[in-house]
C-alpha cells in the first residue's frame, strides 16, 4: 500500500493514477491516516500535495472485506480525482459519500462489488459531472430506492451520460423513472443480464439517446414507446430475443419498416383466416343440414323413431 502511494516505476508519474491494492481492511484508513501524519513530520507537505493534486485516478482493488470506502481520507490526500475504479471489494455496501468527497467524479467503475444492490449513493449527493457510470459483476436487484436515486440525477448537473450494466446476474427489472434521464442519457449498454426479462415502457421518454446495446438477456420483445427514439442506434443480440433482420437493427427509424410489414403479414393472414373460417363454416352447415348430410339424417331417422313411438301408443 505504502509503496502504491509512493512513486511506482512501473506507471510513469505523468499519467496521473494511484493504485491501491491490499487485502485488509482496517489498514487502508489506518495507512491513510499515517500518511498524512507522516508528511506533516517529514516537512513534505507542499512537495507531496503538489504531487497529489496531479493525480486524477485512482483504483482500489482487491479488498475483499471492505465494507465501506475511506473516501474522506482519500479525498483529503487525492483531492482532484476525476475517476474511480473498484475492483473486486465483495464486500463493499456503503458509497453514501462518494459524490460529496469527489464532486468532480468523472467515471465511476465498479467491477466484481457482489454486496453493491443498488444505487443509492446517488441519493445522498447528487454528481456534478459524471459522463460514464460503469456497473460490472455487481449485486443489483432492482428496489424502490432506485427511484430517488434516479430522481436526484436526473436533477443534477450532468449533460451526457453513458451508463453500462453487465453480468448482474441477479437484475430482473430496471426502474420506470429511467424515463427521467431522457435530456441526460446518451448511450445504454444491458449486456449478459440473464433474468433481464423486460424493458419498461418509460424508456421511450429517453429522447437523446443515442446507442441502445442489448446482448444475451432474456429480453423477448420489445416495448412499443421504444419507437418513440427516433434517432437511437440500436445493436441487438441474444438466443431469445425476437428480432429483425441484421439489416433493419442499426436504428428505430429502420426498424419500423421491417415492424410494419410484419404487422400487414398478420393482419392479411387473419382476414384470410376469417375467410376460411366462414367457408368452412358453410361447408359444416351444408354438410349437417343439407337432404344428404349427416345431420339431416340424424334428424330425419330420430324423427321417424319419435313419430312410430307416439303412433303404437295411440
Not at 23 to 48: G, K, Q, T, W, Y
Not at 202 to 226: A, C, M, S, W, Y
Request: proline share 5%; charged share 25%.
Amino acid at each position: 500500500m505504502k509503496r502504491d502511494l509512493c512513486e511506482n516505476s512501473r506507471i510513469p508519474r505523468d499519467y496521473g493514477i494511484i493504485h491501491c491494492t491490499g487485502f485488509d481492511p482496517a489498514n487502508l484508513s489506518e495507512i491513510l491516516r499515517s500518511l498524512s501524519v507522516l508528511i506533516h513530520e517529514m516537512d513534505l507537505v507542499d512537495e507531496v500535495r503538489l504531487r497529489a493534486n496531479r493525480m486524477s485516478k485512482l483504483v482500489l482493488r482487491y479488498y475483499r472485506s471492505l465494507t465501506e470506502l475511506p473516501l474522506d481520507e482519500l479525498a483529503a490526500i487525492f483531492p482532484n480525482i476525476s475517476e474511480l475504479v473498484v475492483y473486486h471489494c465483495m464486500n463493499l455496501n456503503d458509497m453514501r459519500s462518494l459524490f460529496s468527497s469527489f464532486p468532480n467524479l468523472i467515471l465511476l467503475k465498479l467491477e466484481g462489488c457482489h454486496d453493491i444492490k443498488s444505487l443509492d449513493f446517488f441519493s445522498h449527493a447528487p454528481p456534478r459531472g459524471l459522463q460514464r457510470l460503469d456497473i460490472n459483476d455487481c449485486g443489483l436487484v432492482y428496489s424502490p430506492s432506485w427511484e430517488r436515486a434516479i430522481q436526484v440525477l436526473s436533477q443534477s448537473d450532468i449533460v451526457d451520460l453513458q451508463i453500462g450494466i453487465r453480468n448482474c446476474k441477479e437484475l430482473q427489472l430496471l426502474p420506470p423513472s429511467i424515463g427521467l434521464l431522457g435530456a441526460k442519457l446518451k448511450f445504454l449498454f444491458l449486456m449478459n443480464l440473464p433474468k433481464l426479462t423486460q424493458l419498461p415502457a418509460e424508456i421511450g421518454n429517453l429522447q437523446n439517446l443515442r446507442l441502445l446495446v442489448i446482448k444475451d438477456t432474456n429480453i423477448r420483445h420489445l416495448p412499443q414507446e421504444i419507437g418513440r427514439l427516433k434517432g437511437c442506434q440500436m445493436v441487438l443480440s441474444g438466443d431469445k430475443m425476437i428480432c429483425p433482420p441484421k439489416c433493419f437493427r442499426g436504428s428505430v427509424k429502420a426498424m419500423r419498416p421491417y415492424f410494419a410489414r410484419k404487422r400487414l403479414r398478420v393482419f392479411k393472414s387473419l382476414v384470410r383466416l376469417a375467410i376460411l373460417f366462414g367457408r368452412s363454416r358453410c361447408r359444416a352447415v351444408e354438410r349437417l343440414y343439407m337432404p344428404d348430410g349427416i345431420g339431416y339424417k340424424r334428424c330425419r331417422e330420430y324423427f321417424l323413431e319419435t313419430s312410430c313411438k307416439h303412433a303404437r301408443k295411440e
